[in-house]
Structures are given as C-alpha cells and as structure tokens.
C-alpha cells in the first residue's frame, strides 16, 4: 500500500474522536478501531483511485477523495479485505466503520445503502473493469445523449483522454508537451507513440496529472468538427472544485461522466464508466504495439507513455 501523509492521519483521527465527542462512536477504543480501519481505506484509496470510476482520475487530494466516497468505492474496499483472508470479525469492523463514514463524515448527496460482508468463503473478486464496451455499445450509448456529450465521448473513447482533460485539450504547437529525462528504454518508447493507429492524425495536448503535459493523437477524420467546438474567446469553467481554461466548448468532467453512465445503465443494463475507455485504449493499443513491435515490454513502455503515467507497472492495473 502507498504512504499517507501525516495531515490524512491527522484528518481521520480529528473526524472519528469528533464522532465520538458527539457520542455517533461510543468508546474512545471503538473510536481507535475505527481510524484504524480508515487508515486502510485510506491507503487503498490512494493505491487505487485511478482504478475507481466514482473517482474518475481527478485532481482531487486523498482527503477530498475520503471525504467524497460512495457505496461503490467502499464496497471496493470491503471485497479486497475478503480476498486477504482477514478474520471475519475485522472485514465486518471495517463495514461498521465505512458504513459509519457513507453516513456522518462524507459528502455523500444521498443515503447509501449499508455494506454487509457477503460471501465470505470462497469469495471471488470481479475486477470492475473486466467488461470491455464494443464499437456497438459505445454506438448505442452515444445514440441516447446529445450530441454535444457524444462528439466529447468520441473523443475519449480514440484518445484516452481523461474527462476532466477535455477541458484542457490544445492544439500541440499552442501546448507544448511536457519534456521529461527517460531511461534507454522509456526513450525508445517514445519513438513508437501512436505507431499503428488505424487512421491519419493529428497531434493535440492535454493536461494530466501532476500538471505533465501529453501529447495525444485525434483521428484527422475527426479534427474538423473537433476545430467547429473552438471558441473564440477561452472560457473560464470549474470541475470539481478545480479551475480550468476552457478553449474547446466540449462536455466535459462530472457531468459528462454522469451522462455516459447513466446511459450506459439504462441501454446496456450495466455500466463500467467513460474512465473505463481508457482501459479499453490501453488493451487494445498493447495488443497493436505487442504485434508491430515483437516486444511486450517496449509495447508496455510505449502505452504507459501514451497513457501519461510513463510507469509500466500502472499499465498493468489498465489491462483487465
């Protein structure tokens, strides 16, 4: 698990003693167990949000992320303690704490329902993100929302692009990538970006994590209704609680990412999150590059790079 910081231990220890001075936690020990278990969660939250559609890759801090936690993410948490064969008296503690956390500490807009430790033996975890969308689905889910927050699904969907990303996509002259010192092999890698895309492009940027600049590819068939969506004058807009300098009137963020779920839900029956289409770009660009290269781990290099992470290994939480 990743470290914490000491002002997120500082954070759950003044939210759980607060729970108990107000008398929602009985007992000082009680009190003890429970940021006990929020350390945990802490700790997986901070390892695994890139993973956790709820959380969508944004800028957020791990304490807004806490603060900002839904049944989904909790349960998340729940189904990985399971898998570490912990007794059962200490998964069912973490439920009482989170179930303790969704109701009194979170923002959470509405009541969510209580975690249960279900399945205890022989408990098999689904990793969220083994469900792949077709060209077919993504067609029929873009078939039932604007037009406007389909082009910006589109755009996901070829270019891996993170939703709150779209609010920074320039062209790359007016956006230079991010110059980075890389090993023999990153440096190798970065010779092979974009190599074996289907279709003529053009090279835009976005803005990631850790402010590292991107360069990302836009199909050329698609660059001349993405250029009708510049504006004129860039347009100052917020996405959860972060600002940006808008210069294309794309969907974007939270709200586009509510859309695609939404629909998604409702005509598929399921939904894995716009967030999943990167996963779906990265396992489809690994087989491309694995195929034209020869080299699965240069192939492994090349997507990271692509991706943005620029480390192999988180690559390899985007394949399944």
Known sequence: MGTRNSQIDNFISRQC????KNKIIGSISTAQDSMSSMYQFADFVNENSF????????????????????????NEFINYRVSMELSKATVERDCQVLNFWLAYISKCTKPQPKLLVKNYKNVTIIPRFTRTYTTEQIDLVCSHITDRNSFSVRICQVSNIRVHELLTLRKLEEQAASIRVLSNIKLQAQKFKFLGFSSEFVLYSVVGKGGLIREIAIPSKMVEQLE????????????????????????????????????????????????????????????????LLKDYELAKHVVSQELGHFRPDITDTYLY
């Open 17 to 20: 003693k607060r729970a108990h």
């Open 51 to 74: 993973l956790i559609n709820v959380i969508d890759d944004s800028f957020s801090s791990l304490k807004n992320l806490l603060m900002n936690v839904d049944f989904e993410l909790a």
């Open 228 to 291: 009708s969506f510049k504006l004129e004058t860039p347009s100052e807009k917020t996405d959860r609680g972060i600002n940006y300098i808008q210069h294309y009137d794309l969907a974007f963020g939270k709200a586009l990412s509510s859309s695609f779920s939404s629909a998604s839900k409702r005509w598929l029956g399921w939904s894995t999150g716009i967030h999943s289409l990167r996963h779906d770009y990265a396992k489809f660009r690994l087989k491309t590059l694995f195929r």
